[in-house]
């Protein structure tokens, strides 16, 4: 790897590990301290600009700055795409809701681990520590992630229905209705990189 590409990439993803821990740290503080109806007021616009950096991911593939499969990387973007500038967006009523609050928590830790343990290992340092949460967290924080989205949706597709846009809540259900061969897609991969690097299957790359 080119120093150049391993600079960048290392900036990117320490940008983003402090992005994401915004979003951790004012998530819980407000849920803990107002509830969830508070969540989206304090986070909610900073969440969605810090997802929209994450679509450069899907450049970083495209180009091959980094391994990560194509299919993998648009899903898991497109479908955060589709509850911060769509459900969400059209419907901020939803975001009062403890699953906008329980997806948020799950996106954000699961960012920062992730983040983090890239800029570390593309800088020569390797906590095995960390690299035990980067390739087992998904075993909680994806189910409560994927959960938590899916009822996100269901609520948007309700709030839709009741506003007699059907069309809207037509595009809603097809976006759900993509979870179904999606998720265990995405849950399959991160087992394999799991078995992969914890498993002592291959070494794994230094590249996203």
């Given at each position: ?114 983040y983090t343990f ?78 992969k690097v914890i ?10």
């Amino acid at each position: 790897m080119s120093s150049i590409k391993r600079i960048y990439l290392v900036v990117y993803n320490a940008l983003s590990a402090a992005l994401w821990f915004v979003v951790l740290s004012r998530t819980a503080q407000t849920f803990v301290a107002k509830g969830p109806e508070a969540v989206f007021p304090a986070v909610g616009e900073w969440t969605k600009w810090t997802q929209t950096l994450a679509g450069l991911e899907i450049l970083h593939s495209v180009l091959g700055v980094v391994r990560a499969p194509l299919m993998t990387t648009l899903m898991q973007v497109s479908s955060r795409f589709a509850l911060v500038w769509g459900a969400v967006h059209f419907y901020p009523s939803i975001a009062a809701s403890p699953a906008y609050s329980s997806m948020l928590l799950a996106w954000s830790t699961t960012e920062v681990i992730r983040y983090t343990f890239f800029a570390l290992s593309l800088s020569g340092i390797e906590p095995p520590l960390l690299q035990w949460f980067r390739y087992s967290g998904f075993y909680v924080l994806y189910p409560v992630g994927i959960s938590s989205e899916l009822f996100e949706l269901f609520l948007a597709m309700t709030a839709a229905s009741k506003q007699d846009d059907m069309l809207r809540a037509g595009i809603i259900a097809v976006v759900m209705a993509t979870y179904l061969p999606g998720a265990p897609k995405l849950y399959s991969h991160m087992m394999r990189q799991r078995r992969k690097v914890i498993g002592g299957q291959g070494a794994r790359s230094k590249s996203q």
